[in-house]
């Protein structure tokens, strides 16, 4: 079986601010990763995917995060937050076989500060 | 394209009452899901299915039932509602060779009293 585990369940920042939130998982079998975001009272959207390839994955709004396999950790990034930012993050797995339903984690709220 | 709806948007039921929660997409997606959010716990997989008269279970699908009759369609049911099932329901769906990429409906917030 699959987990995922978000460390932080709130995160405030100030605006221009870095900021990263942790995810690591558990697999006993290849996993693709993922981060959703979602913003109030809206349904969940993908942010950006890890399928293959390159470990640093990019999405188009500044956000990124990396796969590193070793510490089975996908943590997401952005150099300098917006208020715009401010939403639900949750990071998701799903395995390469089997029932192809995701697992997410319980979320990180991302809460940005003028 | 509305992309995936889901009706209705808000729901207060009574213990032991039914209901039928409705989805619906409208991208020929194959694979549709059922979720429930709860506060700190993420969301979890009720029932999903992978085609039309197909149905599975998820982590939790105790006291749900869900039917596909047709393929743009996903139902929810609730047949004797629990205090335990106040919570946001979502509705996802998915092509079958990308079902990492779910598409999300807004939710129905259902609270039971």
């Known amino acids: 079986a699959q987990s995922v585990t978000q460390l932080d369940s709130q995160v405030p920042v100030f605006e221009e601010a870095p900021v990263e939130l942790r995810c690591n998982y558990s697999?006993?079998?290849?996993?693709?990763l993922f981060w959703y975001v979602q913003y109030p009272n809206q349904g969940l959207q993908l942010l950006l995917k890890?399928?293959?390839?390159?470990?640093l994955v990019e999405s188009i709004n500044g956000f990124e995060a990396e796969f590193n396999k070793s510490q089975t950790s996908f943590h997401l990034r952005k150099p300098s937050v917006h208020i715009s930012d401010t939403a639900e993050y949750f990071c998701?797995?799903?395995?390469?076989?089997?029932?192809?339903?995701?697992?997410f984690g319980s979320g990180t709220r991302l809460q940005v500060q003028p | 394209n509305a992309g995936v709806t889901q009706t209705p948007k808000f729901r207060v039921l009574k213990t032991g009452q039914s209901m039928t929660l409705l989805c619906a997409q409208d991208?020929?997606?194959?694979?549709m899901y059922w979720y429930r959010q709860d506060p700190g716990m993420g969301l979890r997989l009720i029932h999903y299915?992978?085609?039309?008269?197909?149905?599975a279970k998820g982590e939790v699908p105790d006291g749900y039932n869900v039917s596909r009759l047709k393929k743009q369609n996903f139902l929810l049911g609730l047949e004797s509602a629990a205090p335990s099932q106040t919570s946001v329901y979502f509705c996802?769906?998915?092509?079958?060779?990308?079902?990492?990429?779910?598409?999300f409906g807004p939710g129905t917030r259902l609270t039971v009293t």
């Open positions: 996802a769906s998915s092509y079958l060779t990308r079902a990492y990429e779910q598409y």
């Open positions: 697999s006993s079998v290849s996993v693709y």
């Open positions: 890890y399928l293959s390839g390159s470990t």
């Open positions: 998701a797995v799903i395995m390469d076989t089997g029932r192809r339903a995701l697992t």
């Open positions: 991208m020929n997606h194959e694979y």
């Open positions: 299915s992978v085609g039309e008269g197909t149905t």
